[in-house]
C-alpha cells in the first residue's frame, strides 16, 4: 500500500470532504498559506470562499464555527495551536457542546475543531499544550486523537461527518510520520480503540504521540516485558471495553499522557478502570505524564513532559523488576 | 422603507404583545411560576420589536437578554407562548423547559441563544456566513446592550462581519446601564454608534422609545445588508422602568435608582408614545386600539392557561439528548 | 460566638483587607452595588479607585488583575459568575497561573479571582457551572471553595495575603448560611482540611456546598452508618494526608462534587487515593456527582445536579445495605 | 519633545542594536543554537526603538512579539545579553532559560510577555493602573501587530484604558501582515489607527520607517499620558523583511511574497534611512557611524561569547518554582 505522511493524510481527509459536501468550509488564522501545511493546495482548489483565511480573532473563529453550523454548514474551524482554544472556550465549551441538547435537539452544530496540539519542540506554554483533558471535562463535544496518519484520514473524515461538534486534535510531532494509507474512500468510525501492539505483562493505554513514545518502549523492552500498547483514538466516545479486556490479561495498567496529571485523562480513564476491573488489577493504576507545572521551553521542556525512560521506569516499577536504561529518544521536529 | 397603514398596525400589535407579554413574565415571575430569573425588557421593548417585525421569516435573529428576547420574538413572529412555557419550565417550552429561559425556534430563525453577554457577536458572524453562502438575500439581525459592547467578542464579530462584508445588522439596544454601572462609567463616548467607523460601516443612532424610527433605521440597514453592502449598526437609545433583573435592588452603582426617576423616564413610555403617534395621525381609532389591546389580553390569558396547563418534562427527555444522530 | 452570614463573612475579609493594605482592590463588574451582597459597603468605606465598577470585559478584568499584581498590587477580580471565567481563560490558566514560574521567578502575581459558583438555583448551564476541575488541571493557581461561614472569612484573608494567584470560589447556595465567625482577627492556612463530622464506616470527600449537602445526609444516616465529611478546603494545595488517615479508617470513600465527574475532583482525589492506600481500600473509590450534561435549568436541574438522595445510594450501594429513602432536601435559594 | 544631538545618536545606537542583535539571531536560529523559534524584526526595529528609547526607565512595556522584543529591549536599555541567552536556553536567559524566547527585565519594567497574541492588551491595562494609582507618573506602553488588533483582547483593553483615562500609549506596528494574511484582508479600512476614535483617543499614522518620527509621535502619547490626559493610539507603518518566522515559507495567502518585492522594500530600510538623514543633517560623520557600528559588532560578538559560554539550566531550578513563597 501506498505511504503519505500524517499532515497528508488530513489533507487528503479535507479534501474529499469538501469535494464531496458543498456545506464543508474551512475557516481559519493563515488556512491559505497553511501553517502546518495541512491544508495546502486547498484554497486553489476550493476557493477563497471555502478556504477562509480570517482575522485573529479565535472567540469569532469559533463562534462564526457554531453560528454557521446552526444554520446548516459543517465549517472546519482551523484554530492553528491547540493552545489557542484559551481563548475561545466560552464559544467551544459552553455554545458548540451544549446548544444541541440545551436547545432541545432543535438545532445540530456540525463542525470540527481542528487544532494542533503538543509539545517537544521547545516551543514553550503557550505553543506545546494537550487541551484533552479540557475538552472530555465539558459533556458535548467529540475528541478525537489520532496517532497515525491511517487514523488522522479516517477519523478525519468521519468528524466532518458528523452531526455534532468535534475537537480534533493532531499532534505536530506527528506530522512528518508516514504511514500507509489506502487509496480508497474509509472512514473509522468513533469510540474503537486499536491495540497498536499486543502484549501480555502490562498495558499501556496512550493517545496521540505517546503512542509512538509508547511503541518505542515496548519495543526495546521487547523480550525483557511484553507491553500491551492501546490507543482509544477517540477519548469521547470511549472504547473502554477493549480497555477492560486488556486489564483483565494483563493486570496491569499504565495510563500515558503528554498532558499534566491532576484532572486529567489518566485520573479519568484510571478511575473508570477501577470503578469496572477492581478486582483484576494487581496493582493500583498507574499515571505518567507531565509534570506539575507550566511546559518551559528550551532544554527545561523534557524535564516536564514525559520521556521514553518514563514510561519504562513506570513499567519496571509496576512489575517489581530493576530499572533498565532505554535507548529511546523522545522525537523533537523543529517547527516552523 | 415606507411603512403602509397595515405595517403600523402591525407594529402597534408587536409593541403591545411585547409589552404585555413582558408585563405577564413579571408577573408570573412574582407569583413564583419561573423556574429562573427574569430580565424585564418594560420601557425598553421597542428595539427588539422595531427591529424584528418587518424581517423575513428566514432571516436570523439573535435575541438581547432583556426581556429574554419577547420583543425580539414578538416581532419575528415566533412562539410566544412556548418562550413563556419555557419560563415555566415545562415541557411546552421552546427549549421543553430544558434552559428555563432561552429562546429557540428554528423555523424563524431564531437558532439558539446563550447566557453569556457578548456571545451573541461572533454566532452572530456564523449566520451572516451562512446568509452569504447560501445566497438567498437573508440576514442576521444581532440585538445587544450598550455595555456587552465592552466585550471583546463586540470587536471580533463586527470587524469579522464588515471585513467579509456579511449581511450582519447589528443592534444596540442602549438603555443607559449594564446591571448596576451606567454606560457613561463603562464607555467613554456619548454613543455606542460611534464605533462603526472602526470598521468601516455605518453607525446611525435613533430614538429607540420610538417603535417607527427604529423599524426605519432597521430595515435601511437590513435592505443595504441583502443588497451585499456590509454591515451596519444601529443604536437605538431606550430605557430601562425595571431593575437590571426582577427581585433585585434597582441600584446605580451603590445607589438605589431613586423612584422619580423612573416616573420620569415613564413619560417616555415607547407604547403610550407610538399610542399617542397612531392617534393623531388618524391611523387608528381610540376603539380600534382598545380591541387591539384586547385580543392581546386574551392572548396573555390563554398563555397563562397554556403555561399553567403543560406538564414539567419528564427527566428521560435527556436520556439520550447529548448528541444528534 | 457572634453569628454572621457567609456573604457577610466574604465582606468583612475583603473590608479587614483592604484596611491592613493600601496595594489591596477589588475590580469587577457592579462590584460598588454588588450582584451577590459580598462587596456591598465597601465603595463608601474604600472609594471608587479601590472597588471599580469595570466594563463587561472578562479578558480586561482578569488581564488587568494580573498586570496590576505584577506591578506590585493586591487586586481582587471579581469575576461575578464562575461561569464568565471562561471568557478569560487565557488570562487565568496561561498568564496568571504561569507567569511567576515562566518568568524564573522574577514576577509575582499576588491576586484573587474571585467567583459565585454552583447550581441549585435553576439558572442553567451558563450561570451555574463549578470550574474546580478546569483550573486544577492547570498548575500554578491556588484554589479555595469555603463551605461555611468561618472558612469564607478565614481562607479569603489567607487568599488576599497570598503571593500567588488564588481562586476563591464561593457558593451561591451558600450565601444566606450563618455561622459562628469570631470578632477577633484570624486566619486559615491553606491545605489544611477540616473533618466536618467524624465517622467510622464511610468516608465522604467533598468541598463547597456539597459539605452542606453531605453533612445532611450524614445527620440523616446517623445511626445507621458512621459517616466521615472531609472537607479539604483548598483543593490546592491539598490536603492528602487527612483524607488518607481517614480511609485508612473507613476503607470505604466517596468523592462527592457538584461538577460533572470526567476529569473531574473525583477522579483526582479517587486517584490519588488509589495511588496512596490502594491496600486500606475495602472496595474501589465512588464518584457522586453531576450528569455526564450541561447543566439543565428549571426542574430538569435535579435530574443533573447530585442529590442527596444520589449520596445515600452511593453510601448503601458501597456498604453492600439495602438502598432507603431520604429526607434531606437540596437548598434552592432564588438569585437575584 | 525636541531631540537633542545626543538623543538622535543615542537612537541611532539603539536602532543598530536592535538590528544587529536581530541579524545575530537569524542566524543562531540558523545555526540551531536557538531552542525555539525566531521571528525577525528585520526591516520593522524602527517602532519599537523609537517607541521606547526616551521612556523612563520606571516606565513599562508589553514588547512586541515581532523581534521577539529586541527592538524594544534595545530601546529601553534592558539586558539584551541575557535576552539573547534566553533563546539559547541558557540559565543566563532573562527567564533562566525556562521560556526559550520572553523577555523579562523588571528593573526596566518588561514585567513578563506571553505567547497568545493579542494578550498583551488586558495587561498593559493592568501596568496603566498600577502607574494611575502609583501615582508618580509611569507610563505603560504596548506594542502589538497589525493583525494582533483583530483580537477582543484589544477592544477591551483599549476601552477600560479610555474609559479609566489610564496612562497607557499603543504603538501599532503595522507591518501589513499577520503570518500569512495582508491585514487588508482582514482589516476593512487602511489604518488600525482608525480604531483610536471609537475610544476617544489620539489615533495617529507616522512612518514606521523613520525611527525619529516614530520617536516623536510615541513621546507625544507619553507626555499626554503622563500628564493624566489618558491613552493614545501610535500607528507605525513599517516593513517586514523576512518570513513570519525564521524557516517557514514567506507566504502571503498561498502563494510566495517575490523576491522582488522584498527587494523593492529594502529600499525603506529604517537604518539605512536613519544613516543618511543623520549624515545630510550633520549630525554624525561616516567615521562615527562606523565607530558606532563597530562598537555594537563587538557588543554583539561578546553577546555570542556569553551565549556560548552559559551552562544549560539545571531542571533542580523549576523544583520549588511554581509559587512565590
Ligand atoms: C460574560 C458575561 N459577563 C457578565 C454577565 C452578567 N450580566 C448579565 S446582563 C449584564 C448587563 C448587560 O448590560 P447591557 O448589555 O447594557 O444590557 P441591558 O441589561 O442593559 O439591556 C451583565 C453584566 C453575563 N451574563 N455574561
Ligand atoms: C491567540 C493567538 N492566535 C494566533 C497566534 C499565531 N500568531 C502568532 S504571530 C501571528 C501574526 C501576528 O500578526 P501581527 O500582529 O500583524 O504581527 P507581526 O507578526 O506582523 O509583527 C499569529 C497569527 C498566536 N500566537 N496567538
Ligand atoms: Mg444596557
Ligand atoms: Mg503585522
Redesign the pocket.
Known sequence: MREILYLQAINEALAEEMSRDETVFIIG??VQGS?FNTTVGLVQRFGPDRVMDAP?S?NGIAGAAVGAATAGYRPVADL??G??IY?CMDEVLLKAAQWHMLHAEKVNVPLVFKAAIGGYSGLCN??SRCPEAVVLHHPGLKLVLPSDPYDAKGLLKTAIRDNNPVCYFYHKQLLPMTGEVPEEEYTIPFGVADVKREGTDVTVVATSFQVSLALGVAAEMEGKVSVEVIDPRTLEPLDLDTILESVRKTGRVIVLDEDTLRCGIGAEIGMQIMENAFDFLDAPVKRVGAANMPIPGGVLEKTCLPQPQDLANAITDLLGMDRFELAVQTAGVKLL | MRFKKKDLVRLYRNLVRARKFDQAAIRLLGEGKFTSFFHAAYGGEAPGVGGTTFLRQDDYIYAHHRGHGIPHAAGKGADLFSFMAEHCGKITGSCKGITGFHACDPEYGMLGAGGTIGSAFPVSVGWGLAAQKAGKGQVAVCFFGDSSAGRGTMHEGMNMAANWRLPVVWVCENNGMGQFVPIKDAYPLEDIASMAAAYGMPGVVVDGQDVVAVAEAVMAAVERARKGKGPSLVECKCLRFRPHVEGAPDWVHAEVRPAEEIERLKKRDPVTLYRKKLLKQGILTEKELEKIDGEIDAEVQEMERFCETGAYPDPSILQNALYAD
Open positions: 488564522e493563515s501553517t485573529i479565535e492553528m495551536f493552545d489557542f481563548c503557550e505553543h
